[in-house]
């Protein structure tokens, strides 16, 4: 007989959407491993806490804050975002700092001040986004800054504590990195724009319009392939990658706000995209490794 994972174990899986772990943790893991060379205990944990409590956290905190608008959004409840139950809500918050504690207890210890204040920055934008109080979320442009920190900032974190070097190329290569996760934020804010009116929420998307967003989040890519033609070779072969971010958001161009709902299409699609660039960018990450 097959075991049966008990409801609220699956209900946590959801929440922490495993379709987006490796968004987090493959950043982490491919900057401490190609500034290091070496798989060691630090480069497990890292991983592991990246890969699912750091996104639980992330995912579990943003649910439970936003429950009354996700009642109104059609899209939640499935992989793109888990619908709680009230009576869910003090059990995932608990078990979102259950399960971060003590890899951060390990990290503090074997790293230094200046990661210290990196995986606090990293930890403080995950709280920040939507808990009461702070809600950067509802703050336009502020919320796809503070999304795109939450990608970034394991890579970030995985450099210092790996003790690399920051070159000029090194920092183009972050830039576009972030410029990926704001315009990646501000198209996915798209879809939700009826839904967040009608809830009152406030997003870069509810603020400048829908069209607007495409545009933003377009141009944001773009520059992102950019800043990537100025890296170290092979870094500038990674430009390419822009232009299926760009292809699918390119049809809702002109997307009416009243229409911003069919965004979600490209959304799915982005969905995808970022696990065939994703592969990609290992297949980059190892022909630079052979070149070192």
């Given at each position: 007989?097959?075991?049966?994972?008990?409801?609220?174990?699956?209900?946590?899986?959801?929440?922490?959407?495993?379709?987006?772990?490796?968004?987090?943790?493959?950043?982490?893991?491919?900057?401490?491993?190609?500034?290091?060379?070496?798989?060691?205990?630090?480069?497990?944990?890292?991983?592991?806490?990246?890969?699912?409590?750091?996104?639980?956290?992330?995912?579990?905190i943003?649910?439970?804050?936003?429950?009354?608008?996700?009642l109104?959004?059609?899209?939640?409840?499935?992989?793109?975002?888990?619908?709680?139950?009230?009576?869910?809500?003090?059990?995932?918050?608990?078990?979102?700092?259950?399960?971060?504690?003590?890899?951060?207890?390990?990290?503090?210890?074997?790293?230094?001040?200046?990661?210290?204040?990196?995986?606090?920055?990293?930890?403080?934008?995950?709280?920040?986004?939507s808990?009461?109080?702070?809600?950067?979320?509802?703050?336009?442009?502020?919320?796809?800054?503070?999304?795109?920190?939450?990608?970034?900032?394991?890579?970030?974190?995985?450099?210092?504590?790996?003790?690399?070097?920051?070159?000029?190329?090194l920092?183009?290569?972050?830039?576009?990195?972030?410029?990926?996760?704001?315009?990646?934020h501000?198209?996915?804010?798209?879809?939700?724009?009826?839904?967040?009116?009608?809830?009152?929420?406030?997003?870069?998307?509810?603020?400048?319009?829908a069209?607007?967003?495409?545009?933003?989040?377009?141009?944001?890519?773009?520059?992102?392939?950019?800043?990537?033609?100025?890296?170290?070779?092979p870094?500038?072969?990674?430009?390419?990658?822009?232009?299926?971010?760009?292809?699918?958001?390119?049809?809702?161009?002109?997307?009416?706000?009243e229409?911003?709902?069919?965004?979600?299409?490209?959304?799915?699609?982005?969905?995808?995209?970022?696990?065939?660039?994703?592969?990609?960018?290992?297949?980059?990450?190892?022909?630079?490794?052979?070149l070192?």
């Amino acid at each position: 007989m097959t075991a049966v994972a008990p409801a609220p174990f699956r209900q946590l899986l959801l929440v922490s959407r495993p379709l987006s772990w490796i968004n987090t943790a493959f950043p982490f893991a491919a900057a401490y491993l190609l500034t290091t060379g070496r798989i060691d205990v630090t480069f497990v944990v890292g991983t592991v806490f990246f890969l699912i409590p750091y996104n639980l956290a992330m995912y579990g905190i943003n649910d439970v804050f936003d429950y009354e608008s996700d009642l109104r959004n059609p899209r939640k409840g499935g992989a793109e975002g888990a619908l709680l139950d009230r009576s869910s809500h003090r059990r995932t918050l608990i078990a979102a700092v259950v399960t971060t504690v003590p890899f951060v207890i390990y990290l503090v210890a074997v790293g230094s001040p200046l990661s210290w204040l990196v995986l606090a920055v990293s930890l403080f934008a995950v709280v920040a986004y939507s808990v009461k109080g702070l809600r950067f979320k509802e703050i336009p442009f502020l919320d796809s800054v503070t999304s795109s920190t939450h990608f970034v900032s394991p890579a970030l974190y995985g450099l210092v504590l790996a003790g690399a070097v920051f070159t000029p190329g090194l920092w183009l290569v972050l830039l576009a990195f972030f410029l990926w996760g704001i315009g990646s934020h501000a198209f996915g804010a798209v879809q939700d724009v009826v839904p967040d009116r009608e809830g009152g929420i406030s997003s870069v998307a509810t603020a400048i319009g829908a069209a607007a967003t495409v545009r933003l989040a377009i141009a944001a890519w773009a520059l992102a392939g950019v800043a990537m033609l100025f890296t170290p070779w092979p870094g500038p072969l990674a430009a390419v990658l822009a232009l299926p971010y760009i292809a699918t958001a390119a049809p809702f161009w002109s997307v009416p706000d009243e229409r911003a709902s069919e965004a979600n299409r490209g959304w799915r699609r982005f969905l995808w995209i970022n696990y065939a660039c994703g592969f990609l960018v290992t297949l980059l990450l190892i022909l630079y490794a052979s070149l070192r």
